[in-house]
């Protein structure tokens, strides 16, 4: 039972190695630790696999070299399938990636108002769609700017509303202060770049980086005190080349979600692309919404302003 099994339990212990060096595989070659770190939770699927052919192999090596990986996802990700949320918070947001193509844009608008939170950003609105969602979404909040293909709805007012400049060439991130009645919030919206694997490019992240790379520069020179942001950032926070963005701001669904909170794409999701992320402000709940007519999932969040 000692010696059976020995190819399994290398197994195991190569997936150990990918869980815990994961930040060491070069981007070099294809963004692929990039694309590693995207879907990095989903090699726990492969512990049960394993694990079946163990005892199938009745081999104690395989089974003791899989805890290793177990142990290692466990320390990574265990804490994301537990409830975080408290009770608390006065500031709720909304953030929804509508899909340019969207076959519903009337019964998206519907759905995002009975959520009943006080913003809501929208990406990829499609110019054509933009008078379609500011008519379902003017009753609940009076209060709205759009920037390119993302806009803000607000039930307080706006001010200091201003295109960022993420280095596209076109508009696709926002800036505007909402007057709460707590005190002035800084809201970002973004929508930043697709990527793409491709056979003879690997993973196309390239454009997606430098757009995180400007957008984390405009969030650092804010000068609000409390700042939130909203979008689709093409990534989770698992991504290293997200860290212009990720290593001065909380993840709601990290601090106070409850399981993973996957958004995309929203017949089986499989990666929380769509962020919500705080400075200054503390998240109290986090969660997704049900499917719309697009192909994400709406996520929110409800937050304490200081």
């Given at each position: 039972?000692?010696?059976?099994?020995?190819?399994?339990a290398?197994?195991?212990?190569?997936?150990?190695?990918?869980l815990?060096?994961?930040?060491?595989?070069?981007n070099?070659i294809?963004?692929?630790?990039?694309?590693?770190?995207?879907f990095?939770?989903?090699?726990?699927?492969?512990?049960p696999v394993?694990?079946?052919?163990?005892?199938?192999?009745?081999?104690?090596?395989?089974?003791?070299?899989l805890?290793?990986?177990?142990?290692?996802?466990?320390?990574?990700f265990?804490?994301?399938?537990t409830d975080?949320?408290?009770?608390?918070?006065d500031?709720?947001?909304?953030?929804h990636?509508?899909?340019?193509?969207?076959?519903?844009?009337?019964?998206?608008?519907?759905?995002?108002?009975?959520?009943?939170?006080?913003?809501?950003?929208?990406e990829?609105?499609?110019?054509s769609?933009?008078?379609?969602?500011?008519?379902?979404?003017?009753?609940?909040?009076p209060?709205h700017?759009?920037?390119?293909?993302?806009?803000?709805?607000s039930k307080?007012?706006?001010?200091?509303?201003?295109?960022?400049?993420?280095r596209?060439?076109?508009?696709?991130?926002?800036?505007?202060?909402?007057r709460?009645?707590?005190?002035?919030v800084?809201?970002y919206?973004?929508?930043?770049?697709?990527?793409?694997?491709?056979?003879n490019?690997?993973?196309?992240?390239?454009?997606?980086?430098?757009?995180?790379d400007?957008?984390?520069?405009?969030?650092?020179?804010?000068?609000v005190?409390?700042?939130?942001?909203?979008?689709?950032?093409?990534?989770t926070?698992n991504d290293?080349?997200?860290?212009?963005?990720?290593?001065?701001?909380?993840?709601?669904?990290?601090?106070a979600?409850?399981?993973?909170?996957?958004?995309?794409?929203?017949?089986f999701?499989?990666?929380?692309?769509d962020q919500?992320?705080?400075?200054g402000?503390?998240?109290?709940?986090?969660?997704t919404l049900?499917?719309?007519?697009?192909?994400?999932?709406p996520?929110a969040?409800?937050?304490?302003?200081?």
């Amino acid at each position: 039972m000692w010696r059976r099994g020995i190819i399994t339990a290398l197994i195991a212990l190569l997936l150990a190695v990918l869980l815990f060096f994961h930040s060491d595989v070069p981007n070099r070659i294809g963004n692929l630790g990039s694309l590693l770190e995207t879907f990095l939770p989903w090699l726990g699927l492969a512990v049960p696999v394993l694990l079946a052919v163990a005892v199938v192999r009745r081999s104690a090596t395989a089974l003791i070299a899989l805890l290793v990986p177990s142990l290692i996802w466990l320390n990574l990700f265990g804490g994301q399938l537990t409830d975080k949320s408290a009770a608390g918070g006065d500031f709720t947001v909304l953030t929804h990636n509508v899909n340019a193509e969207n076959p519903d844009p009337d019964g998206t608008a519907r759905d995002l108002v009975e959520a009943g939170t006080d913003v809501v950003a929208l990406e990829e609105l499609a110019e054509s769609e933009e008078p379609r969602y500011a008519k379902g979404l003017a009753a609940a909040y009076p209060y709205h700017a759009v920037e390119g293909t993302v806009g803000l709805w607000s039930k307080y007012p706006l001010s200091g509303v201003r295109s960022v400049d993420i280095r596209m060439g076109w508009v696709r991130a926002m800036r505007a202060s909402v007057r709460t009645p707590h005190g002035p919030v800084a809201v970002y919206v973004a929508h930043l770049p697709s990527v793409r694997v491709k056979f003879n490019a690997g993973f196309t992240a390239g454009q997606r980086d430098n757009a995180a790379d400007a957008l984390g520069q405009a969030i650092a020179a804010e000068p609000v005190h409390s700042v939130v942001l909203l979008g689709d950032l093409n990534g989770t926070m698992n991504d290293r080349a997200l860290a212009s963005v990720t290593s001065q701001m909380r993840s709601t669904q990290g601090a106070a979600g409850n399981g993973m909170g996957l958004s995309w794409p929203a017949a089986f999701p499989m990666a929380r692309i769509d962020q919500i992320m705080v400075k200054g402000v503390e998240p109290r709940s986090s969660w997704t919404l049900p499917r719309t007519g697009s192909d994400h999932l709406p996520v929110a969040a409800r937050l304490q302003l200081p």
